[in-house]
């Protein structure tokens, strides 16, 4: 069974720009969510999707964004990127209500 | 609001010490905690549910409503337990709150 999976593992951009990440989540589950991980904050929240519609959202501002697809698959997008926003960005995904996550391992972003 | 609190960073432990890392949470409703663990260079992977009252790999947690504590117990380390633990409420469906982590290390 393959588990969750995050393109592009890796991303530069400059300020200004904007950025999608995606996530394809394990077959059969129908909630994806994400997470800002940084060396400062921790694991934060960002926002969680079901069956196509959010559900939950994190206290992250407007420019972070996210959309999920009839085949469950995510994207997120940032846009306006500030240099507060590098981090790993955590995709996982979960079978059923508080079940628990299965995380992907996560894009890399530096914005320079 | 919801807060979970692991209060130390780092706890270092010999091989075959027992191994206690802590965790208290703050939460009105039913909670739903987890262990989550890290170790070098892999992804975030579920180690343990409260709900399921499981032992993974040796460890166990219980629930302490009383003290609000979920704290995580092996009773003899291993070299391969070194991994940074984390700590987690679920709140509102699928949303985690996480703590800010501990690092185990054991020591040979």
């Known amino acids: 069974k393959a588990g969750v999976t995050q393109t592009p593992r890796y991303l530069i951009k400059t300020r200004g720009q904007q950025v999608t990440l995606s996530c394809s989540p394990i077959?059969?589950?129908?909630?994806v969510s994400w997470y800002q991980q940084t060396p400062g904050q921790g694991l934060q929240f960002l926002f969680e999707y079901f069956s196509e519609t959010q559900r939950n959202k994190g206290n992250f501002p407007g420019r972070f964004s996210g959309r999920q697809f009839s085949n469950s698959r995510s994207e997120m997008n940032v846009s306006t990127l500030e240099l507060g926003d590098s981090a790993l960005y955590l995709c996982a995904s979960s079978q059923a209500d508080r079940a628990g996550y299965t995380f992907g391992s996560g894009t890399r972003l530096t914005v320079v | 609001a919801q807060r979970v609190t692991q209060p130390e960073k780092l706890l270092s432990v010999f091989k075959g010490a027992p191994v206690e890392l802590k965790c208290n949470y703050s939460y009105s409703g039913s909670p739903e905690l987890f262990w989550y663990v890290q170790y070098s260079r892999q992804r975030l992977q579920l180690l343990l549910r409260?709900?399921s009252r499981e032992s993974i790999k040796g460890f166990t947690a219980d629930l302490n409503k009383g003290e609000t504590s979920f704290h995580l117990k092996k009773p003899f380390a291993q070299e391969e337990d070194s991994a940074m633990y984390y700590c987690a409420l679920s709140a509102n469906g699928n949303k985690l709150v996480f703590g800010a982590g501990t690092i185990l290390r054991v020591k040979s």
């Open positions: 077959s059969g589950h129908r909630s």
């Open positions: 409260h709900i």
